[in-house]
């Protein structure tokens, strides 16, 4: 005759299990839990009115993601702030004051003052565009960075953007005027040093102080001289006459900026500054639901190439149909 104990044999280890999956099931999804704030506020670093459109971005897309703004999510912004350390340090010092969640920064200047603002109070930022932001000390290292921050990163192509250049316009020269306060230019330059025999060129940095500077260096530029224009805050209030100069003198200018792109600029290839936002959106959404900014690796953003037709034209350039079947644009 059998025994009837194979039951409660069972019984003792089903128990234990169910027991420690009921106990530790909150600790194990702890982490992976959305922020029960609501709403989630936000607060806005911008070092330039190009970035706007990026702003504009980062909202779209935490819309798409189900965010409303006003319920579920709040931004403070209180505009440009330039790249002035001080009035960057007091914008963050008063977004803290407010009880944000977490900081967005566009542009390389706040982020770098943000960091140790997140190495003192673990305040989780996001940041985009930044050239190298390993080598501006935001980060430790692009796959593990290191603090709670994290973000957007447009990688270091101007090279391949004077090369652009040189390919519709042959050159000896490539004048880039900044501003010293600029720290997105100073890097941007940086990354240039170096590389001018792999390009055939001699890199002209020229230090400038005002827009009214940037228009006479143009109007008097060496013979066999191209202009690259990468992002500089502090001179953009003149970006108009810059290409209105360009014009009248057939200067050949590239952009590292698509929104420095207009009537008198030749050719662009750089990121899309609307994508990037709707980009760090997604990382946003990502830091809500539980995951910390130091466990998300830096991403990398796409460049895009846009000819200008109507400055080639003006300009007296004549763009080989076979260069311009390779870009993401042509304007006509």
Not at 28 to 54: D, F, H, M, R, W
Not at 276 to 301: H, K, S
Request: glycine share 6%; net charge negative.
């Amino acid at each position: 005759m059998m025994d009837k104990p194979y039951t409660q044999h069972f019984r003792f280890p089903v128990i234990v299990v169910l027991f420690f999956v009921i106990a530790f099931l909150p600790a194990a999804c702890g982490k992976a839990q959305p922020s029960t704030k609501s709403p989630y506020t936000i607060g806005i670093l911008n070092e330039s009115e190009a970035l706007l459109v990026t702003f504009e971005g980062f909202k779209e897309g935490m819309a798409k993601l189900g965010y409303v703004e006003g319920e579920e999510v709040v931004y403070i912004y209180n505009g440009v702030m330039g790249v002035d350390s001080e009035t960057i340090d007091q914008e963050i010092e008063n977004l803290m004051a407010q009880d944000v969640d977490l900081l967005f920064a566009m542009g390389t200047a706040p982020a770098v003052r943000a960091r140790p603002i997140v190495e003192e109070t673990g305040m989780p930022v996001i940041f985009t565009p930044v050239i190298n932001p390993v080598a501006e000390g935001i980060v430790d290292s692009l796959s593990r960075p290191g603090v709670n921050m994290s973000g957007i990163q447009t990688g270091t192509s101007l090279p391949k953007t004077i090369e652009w250049l040189l390919a519709v316009a042959p050159a000896t020269n490539v004048y880039i005027p900044y501003h010293p306060d600029d720290a997105v230019t100073v890097t941007s330059i940086s990354t240039l040093r170096g590389s001018e025999a792999g390009l055939g060129v001699d890199i002209i940095a020229d230090e400038v102080d005002t827009p009214q500077e940037v228009v006479a260096a143009l109007e008097n530029l060496p013979e066999d001289t191209v202009v690259l224009f990468v992002p500089f805050p502090t001179l953009e209030p003149g970006l108009d006459d810059y290409a209105a100069t360009a014009l009248k003198h057939h200067i050949a200018i590239g952009t590292y900026h698509p929104v420095y792109m207009r009537n008198g600029i030749l050719v662009n290839l750089s990121i899309d500054p609307y994508a990037i936002g709707l980009q760090a959106a997604q990382m946003v959404d990502q830091v809500i639901r539980g995951v910390a900014p130091a466990d998300l690796p830096v991403e990398t953003a796409d460049s895009f190439l846009t000819f200008n037709q109507v400055t080639a034209k003006a300009i007296g350039l004549e763009i080989p149909n076979d260069i311009l079947r390779l870009a993401d644009t042509v304007i006509y």
